[in-house]
């Protein structure tokens, strides 16, 4: 079946630490994308990846960082500079985004 | 750049009820348009989309949406609710100037059984 998985569900970090996303597809999707879903702000966009090797930032990537070495692939860093990042953590993909995305069953980031 | 809001934050009925979620977007050139639905520990999943076309969406589940391009609205309905459509719904739009989707803030819809 194709689709996009994430990992881990759960992450638990500690304050300072870098932690790594996980978001895989087999959709054989050009394009990738990160949201960020907190209560009441509805999906934020941190980075997105149109092709290969190549990404763009999206509204909130302060604190975040991506690479895009696989078109399969498209890895979330979460990086100590993020102020806030306790959040629900969603991947997409798509091969058109007129079409609209399929998106993964999300990473809930937690700091403690 | 292109903005999406939904004025209903919480929206809570009893079952058999009818449902109208409202959405509004910015840009005023050629969009597409999403309604996307997210049910408890679940993941997002598209309801319907406008692309062209009859301005009235038929999707999933029994929802409909209306495109009023006057209006730059894409409202959300359905005829009768039941106590299994209680989620999380998400007005979208396709922002093809950077090809990206630019999402809405969500509206909690809970049904009283």
């Known amino acids: 079946d194709g689709g996009i998985t994430q990992s881990p569900k759960y992450l638990f970090r500690k304050e300072g630490q870098n932690v790594t996303l996980s978001c895989e597809q087999n959709?054989?999707?050009?394009?990738m994308y990160w949201y960020r879903q907190d209560p009441g702000q509805g999906l934020r966009l941190i980075y997105y990846?149109?092709?290969?090797?190549?990404?763009q930032k999206g509204d909130i990537a302060e604190g975040y960082s991506v690479s895009r070495e696989k078109k399969e692939s498209f890895p979330l860093t979460v990086t100590s500079a993020q102020k806030n990042p306790t959040a629900f953590y969603l991947c997409?993909?798509?091969?058109?985004?007129?079409?609209?995305?399929?998106f993964g069953s999300g990473t809930r980031l937690t700091v403690v | 750049a292109q903005s999406v809001s939904q004025h209903n934050h919480h929206v809570i009925l009893s079952e058999a009820a009818s449902l109208e979620l409202g959405c509004n977007y910015s840009?005023?050139?050629?969009?597409?348009l999403f309604w996307y639905v997210q049910y408890p520990g679940q993941h997002l999943q598209l309801l319907l989309k406008y692309f062209s076309g009859d301005p009235l969406v038929k999707g999933i589940k029994g929802f409909e949406a209306e495109f009023i391009k006057s209006k730059f609205s894409f409202n959300l309905r359905k005829p009768s609710v039941q106590w299994s459509d209680t989620a999380e719904y998400f007005c979208a739009v396709d922002d093809s100037s950077a090809s990206k989707i630019i999402f809405g803030s969500g509206t909690r819809l809970s049904i009283r059984p």
């Open positions: 959709l054989n999707h050009d394009a």
């Open positions: 990846s149109q092709i290969v090797n190549d990404f």
């Open positions: 840009y005023g050139g050629t969009v597409n």
């Open positions: 997409a993909s798509t091969g058109q985004p007129s079409y609209g995305y399929t």
